[in-house]
């Protein structure tokens, strides 16, 4: 059972670039989440894509946008970037209850390490 | 005020020991509740759900106060391979957006 996977592990950019993650959700979910964790920190929601539309978003601004393909996977784009966006990006996937708005347990993958300098 | 509080630690204890952690969340309409491990520049890992009623795995406890928004992890007999950063985390009235606090790092020594 393949857990969830993200691509590349790491990653170097200079300020101004842009960047583009990529997730594939464990087998058998539909929903993807995106977090950030800057060092020493815990993680923090980005937002959350199901049946390919933005459902949730953290308090991150337009720069940080997102995408979600039909076959689940998911891409993180972020805009412009500044030395702030080095960090763990965090892809994490669950399954959407459908008895109610709830979802389920989401599982991580292990992350994409992003560097600006 | 942080919307999900944790004593940052270290917490540095002997092997066999027993170690508690605290964890204090602000939004009173959360709906489920976790501690996740992670591991030195790994991603977290589910450890255990939370519920009112208390549920142990093994040598872990985790208890949930929702009148106090406080959330508890004990681990007895602690092993050498308990040392991690210990989340907690907290999700929105939806059960969606999960919400993390800044993690406690424990180091068990021999």
């Known amino acids: 059972d393949a857990g969830v996977t993200q691509s590349p592990t790491h990653l170097i950019k200079t300020r101004g670039q842009q960047v583009t993650l990529r997730c594939s959700p464990k087998s058998g979910h539909d929903t993807v989440s995106w977090y950030q964790q800057a060092l020493g920190q815990g993680p923090q929601f980005i937002f959350q894509y199901y049946e390919e539309e933005e459902r949730q978003r953290g308090n991150f601004p337009d720069r940080f946008s997102g995408h979600q393909f039909p076959n689940y996977s998911s891409e993180l784009n972020v805009n412009a970037l500044l030395l702030g966006d080095s960090a763990l990006y965090l892809c994490?996937?669950?399954?959407?209850?459908?008895?109610?708005?709830?979802?389920?347990?989401?599982?991580f993958g292990p992350g994409t390490r992003l560097t600006v300098l | 005020r942080k919307e999900v509080e944790q004593d940052p630690g270290p917490f540095n204890v002997p092997e066999g020991a027993t170690v508690a952690f605290n964890c204090t969340y602000s939004?009173?309409?959360?709906?489920?509740f976790f501690w996740y491990r992670q591991d030195c520049r790994k991603e977290p890992k589910l450890l255990m759900s939370v519920y009112s009623s208390g549920n142990e795995d093994g040598r872990f406890t985790a208890q949930l106060n929702r009148a106090s928004q406080y959330i508890s992890l004990l681990i007895r007999d602690s092993k050498l391979s308990d040392s991690a950063t210990y989340l907690c985390v907290v999700t929105d009235n939806a059960g969606n957006m999960l919400t993390f606090g800044g993690g406690t790092r424990l180091m068990v020594k021999p």
């Open positions: 994490a996937s669950s399954l959407f209850r459908t008895s109610g708005s709830f979802t389920d347990t989401q599982y």
């Open positions: 939004n009173s309409a959360s709906q489920s």
